[in-house]
C-alpha cells in the first residue's frame, strides 16, 4: 500500500504541476475542494426523503477519488519527504473512521475538513467500507481520474473551452466505463485509458 500511495502522490505532484508550476506557493484552497465534493458525493448517493433515489455506487467511487486528489495535495504541502507522508496515509487507512452510516460518515468528513482544513484519510477510508471498495480499486480509479485531468488539460480545461459533457454524459461517466474494460494491470494501463478518452471525446463544434 504504501509504494502504491507513494506512486499517487508523485502523479498528484505532476498533476498539480501542470495545472500551475508554482502550485506549493499558490495558496490554493483544496480544503475547500474537500467539501465541496463531498456534497456532490452525497448528491449521488443520495439523501432525499421525499422522492425515489437510488445510489449511484460508481460515481460516489469517483467522488471518493476526486477527495483523495485534494487530500494529497494537502499532505504533499506539509514538505515531507514521500516515504513518510505515505507512510502516515497508509496508518490512515489502516485504521478508519466512521458513523454507522454512510450519509454521516460523508458529513463528518466535511465538518472536520473544515475544523482543520486537513486531509482525514481515516474518514475516508471508513467511506469506503461504507461502499466496499477496497484500496486496490481506489488505486485503479485513482490512476483513472488522474489521467482525465491530464486529458482535461489537454484539451482546454483550464481555458475553459473543455467538453465535458459527451452525448449527454459527464465525462466522468465515460471514465467509469472505461475502467470497466481495461487491465489496470497492464504496463499500458495510463495511455490505455488516455487513448480510450481521444476515442470518445466528441468534436469541438466549429466556431
Do not use: C
Not at 487530500?71 to 504533499?76: A, H, V
Not at 483550464?158 to 459527451?166: D, L, Q, R
Amino acid at each position: 500500500m504504501k509504494h502504491k500511495i507513494k506512486t499517487m502522490l508523485e502523479l498528484q505532484d505532476a498533476m498539480n504541476s501542470k495545472v500551475n508550476a508554482d502550485w506549493r506557493n499558490a495558496a490554493y484552497e483544496w480544503y475547500r475542494a474537500i467539501w465541496m465534493e463531498s456534497s456532490e458525493m452525497l448528491e449521488h448517493y443520495g439523501w432525499k426523503w421525499w422522492k425515489k433515489q437510488d445510489a449511484d455506487v460508481m460515481q460516489v467511487k469517483l467522488e471518493v477519488v476526486d477527495i483523495v486528489h485534494f487530500g494529497l495535495s494537502i499532505r504533499l504541502m506539509q514538505g515531507s519527504a514521500l516515504d513518510v507522508i505515505a507512510e502516515d496515509i497508509a496508518s490512515d487507512f489502516e485504521n478508519p473512521n466512521a458513523t454507522d452510516d454512510i450519509k454521516t460518515s460523508i458529513e463528518l468528513l466535511a465538518r472536520e475538513t473544515l475544523v482543520n482544513q486537513g486531509a482525514h484519510f481515516s474518514i475516508i477510508a471508513g467511506i469506503m467500507n461504507h461502499l466496499a471498495m477496497s484500496f486496490e480499486e481506489l488505486h485503479e480509479i485513482y490512476v483513472g481520474k488522474n489521467v482525465l485531468n491530464l486529458f482535461r488539460q489537454d484539451n482546454g480545461y483550464k481555458e475553459g473551452h473543455y467538453i465535458k459533457m459527451w452525448h449527454g454524459r459527464e465525462d466522468n461517466e465515460y471514465l467509469a466505463d472505461i475502467l470497466k474494460k481495461l487491465d489496470s494491470d497492464s504496463i499500458s494501463f495510463k495511455s490505455d485509458i488516455y487513448n480510450a478518452l481521444e476515442q470518445a471525446y466528441p468534436e469541438p463544434a466549429a466556431a
